[in-house]
């Protein structure tokens, strides 16, 4: 197991700021943080169902194309009348969506689509309400209207896409093993039994775990970034998330490394409520153009920003699957 307080200067800092910051300049949609909790060994439960593996079925990962309605109906009219967008986020994962607690403002890789929404429906990519949302929460948030969308590394799975509408995918991640530098866990194998492996609750994490968790222990908490202050504290002795995610962590924590190979596929969409398909649809127009110009498109600029140092290799957005 890791040692207490390993890498806690930097992340703890970022993480203190983040928290400060939302009262501020959020709303929270429920309280950050949360206790751990842990998963007893048994058979898997429901959550095995939601599989990322099921994310490969095209009719999951099929979204409205823009051709195939208006894309400027009931909802996107009543984004326009509120005069702002509401966005789902986070401000706890380093180079997806964060607060920098140098400059107080929000960034990132999932910021910048947020922009290119926003600016598209209403002219202006500062008209934005972020709303911190965890990860635990992001489905109920699309469901109760507290959001318009929802903008927070979310995977497109088939149990997922029964509850909320997905835009096509943007980016495409894995889950994979992220631990101390030091320590004999060499991925998702057989080295984890008898460890405690952290995952966020009904991430997709959780529900590979519960299909095979090679003999670990699972702790689940609310958020990913608390899996990593479990593996400081020495609480964990790993974590399982997205290795998009866990290469931002890594970032913020030199004491840590990925290990092993992603063992399954990711993509992440835009989740916005079934009933706002005319939105669904103005947001996949926008990721069309966000993503078309190769090398020089928007959204390779903000890989080069925020991503390319960590996750190298990357060329270009998965190719859009429509219905």
Not at 155 to 171: E, H, M
Request: one cysteine or more; glycine letters at 10%.
């Amino acid at each position: 197991m890791g040692g207490a307080g390993r890498g806690w200067g930097g992340v703890l800092t970022m993480a203190a700021a983040c928290a400060l910051a939302v009262t501020a300049v959020l709303v929270p949609i429920t309280p950050g943080g949360g206790d751990a909790r842990a998963v007893a060994a048994g058979p898997p439960g429901p959550l095995a169902h939601a599989r990322s593996a099921l994310a490969q079925d095209d009719d999951c990962a099929a979204s409205p194309s823009p051709a195939s309605g208006t894309t400027d109906g009931a909802a996107v009219e009543r984004i326009k009348a509120r005069g702002r967008l509401l966005v789902g986020v986070d401000q706890n994962s380093y180079l997806w969506g964060y607060r920098d607690p140098s400059t107080g403002v929000l960034a990132g890789f999932d910021i910048d689509i947020v922009k290119a929404i926003a600016r598209d429906i209403l002219g202006d990519a500062s008209k934005v309400q972020y709303l911190t949302v965890p990860t635990d929460q992001r489905i109920q948030a699309i469901k109760q209207r507290k959001v318009d969308l929802v903008v927070r590394t979310m995977t497109i799975n088939c149990a997922r896409a029964g509850q909320v509408a997905f835009s096509v995918p943007y980016f495409t991640a894995g889950q994979q093993i992220l631990a101390p530098k030091d320590s004999p866990v060499t991925g998702f194998d057989d080295s984890l039994k008898g460890r405690t492996v952290c995952t966020a609750d009904t991430s997709t994490g959780q529900a590979t775990l519960e299909h095979d968790r090679h003999g670990a222990h699972v702790m689940t908490v609310p958020n990913q970034l608390d899996c990593l202050v479990r593996l400081q504290l020495g609480q964990a002795d790993a974590v399982f998330t997205d290795n998009a995610l866990a290469a931002g962590q890594a970032a913020q924590d030199p004491a840590v490394r990925l290990v092993g190979h992603p063992v399954t596929s990711e993509p992440y969409g835009v989740a916005v409520n079934l009933d706002d398909q005319d939105l669904v649809r103005r947001v996949n127009e926008v990721l069309a153009r966000y993503e078309s110009g190769g090398a020089g498109s928007e959204w390779m600029r903000s890989y080069d920003t925020w991503l390319a140092k960590d996750l190298p290799g990357i060329t270009g957005p998965p190719p859009p699957v429509y219905r």
